[in-house]
């Protein structure tokens, strides 16, 4: 069965970079048409989209984060690894890994998530 | 890129339909036939209940439908259940990225 989950440090001090590993299992991103995202949603408030990266290796990112934002993956691993530069407090948020199959072009919905990893930033 | 906008909250009696709109503009709603909506309850991660505007993943009560009209996307549920009181999140792909709704919260009173 397909499963995520996200790890990472709780707490990150302003202007430090946070690193999040998203390990999955049941499907393979070398997989054609196999996507992976980070999404997050700060307490209370929407979710926001982050950045995706592809079975090839492309990858895409918030417009409004793009500078701060890297994703890379490790097939081998079966992980996806999210780092964030330069965190303030407004960063604080709950951060998920979610796939995102994509059939002759199409893409269909996050199906599978992980469970979230809470992430504040704070002195 | 602007969040989609979705009404804030949505009430309804058991066994009565809803409807949440999620507008959005011709750069994404209206763009793609890639609109998606996601059930959240609290402190759960999102479940995908509708994808490519009205497909239903496998699982999925067909209860939950959806449809789009320009640059609005619209989730129904039909005979509302105790068990559908959660937040719902719409989202869109736009040019190489996506974009969520402000999220709404469905009461069932």
């Known amino acids: 069965q397909v499963t995520l989950r996200e790890s990472g440090p709780a707490l990150v001090k302003p202007t430090q970079t946070l690193t999040l590993t998203c390990t999955f299992s049941?499907?393979?991103?070398?997989?054609?048409?196999?996507?992976v995202s980070w999404i997050r949603q700060p307490p209370g408030k929407a979710l926001e989209w982050l950045a995706r990266?592809?079975?090839?290796?492309?990858?895409y990112y918030s417009t409004s984060l793009k500078t701060r934002l890297t994703i890379s993956k490790d097939t081998s691993k079966n992980q996806v690894v999210l780092t964030m530069t330069n965190m303030d407090p407004v960063d604080t948020a709950t951060y998920y890994c979610?796939?995102?199959?994509?059939?002759?072009?199409?893409?269909?919905?996050?199906?599978?998530w992980g469970q979230g990893t809470l992430v504040t930033v704070s002195s | 890129q602007s969040a989609l906008t979705q009404p804030a909250s949505v009430s309804g009696s058991p066994g009565q339909s809803i409807t949440i709109s999620c507008t959005g503009t011709s750069s994404d709603v209206g763009g793609y036939n890639y609109v998606s909506w996601y059930q959240q309850h609290p402190g759960k991660a999102p479940k995908l209940m509708i994808y490519?505007?009205?497909n239903r993943p496998s699982g999925v009560s067909n209860r939950f439908s959806g449809s789009k009209s320009g640059n609005t996307a619209s989730l129904t549920i039909s005979g509302l259940q105790a068990e559908d009181e959660a937040d719902y999140y719409c989202?869109?792909?736009?040019?190489?990225?996506?974009?969520f709704g402000t999220g709404t919260k469905v009461t069932v009173l």
């Open positions: 990266i592809d079975w090839d290796d492309d990858k």
């Open positions: 989202s869109s792909y736009t040019s190489s990225s996506y974009v």
């Open positions: 979610a796939r995102i199959p994509i059939s002759s072009g199409i893409p269909g919905g996050y199906d599978y």
């Open positions: 490519d505007v009205s």
């Open positions: 049941g499907f393979s991103l070398s997989t054609s048409g196999m996507c």
